[in-house]
């Protein structure tokens, strides 16, 4: 049975509730490490995930027009302005005040939001050694995936499955691998090397 909004929801809010309490305890040197998005650190992990909070279409646009229509650009941009900007512990703030914020990707609802939230919650926590997300919620940004979802980050799943080993997620036809459900999402969202079959 395919999860409701009300179910997305609920996991959106408790994604941005976990990423929030295991900011607030960093040190200030965390904030600073590298993160699995390239070029960015903590910090700007954190902009980016509250982007959609602080700028309306308004500012939006004229920015996006500015990047050559580029929003990769316009993310890269805007999230090295906001943590010059803004310090760490607004940052946090502004994750915090925006727990249950409604915002939801053009074209990609609710599951796009928690998908949004849970890789970028990925890309702080894992080089960080933080605790991940429970593998329900991975489970359900898997099952969302799809070839839109993919070609984004260049994956192609022809000739294999990924199959979660704790989950009952299966990704693809073809020949099998075997995986937890996080590495299987850091892999179709371009974070670790894309497995092979065996």
Known sequence: MSPTDADLKQH???????LADLLAGLRDEDWG?????????????V???????RINPLRFLPGLIGAGFSFNRYADRTARKDTARLS?????ASLRANITHDWRPPGGGYAGALSHDTIHGLDITEPLGLP???VERLALVLAATNARSLSHFGIDLTGVQLRATDADVRLGDGEPIDLPAKDILLAISGRRPFPQAA
């Open 33 to 45: 490490r590298p993160s699995l998005c390239e070029g960015w650190r903590v910090r700007e992990v």
């Open 88 to 92: 760490d512990a607004e940052l946090l």
């Open 47 to 53: 902009a980016h995930i509250t982007m959609p909070f």
């Open 132 to 134: 991940s997300p429970p």
């Open 12 to 18: 959106i809010h408790a994604e941005r509730t976990r």
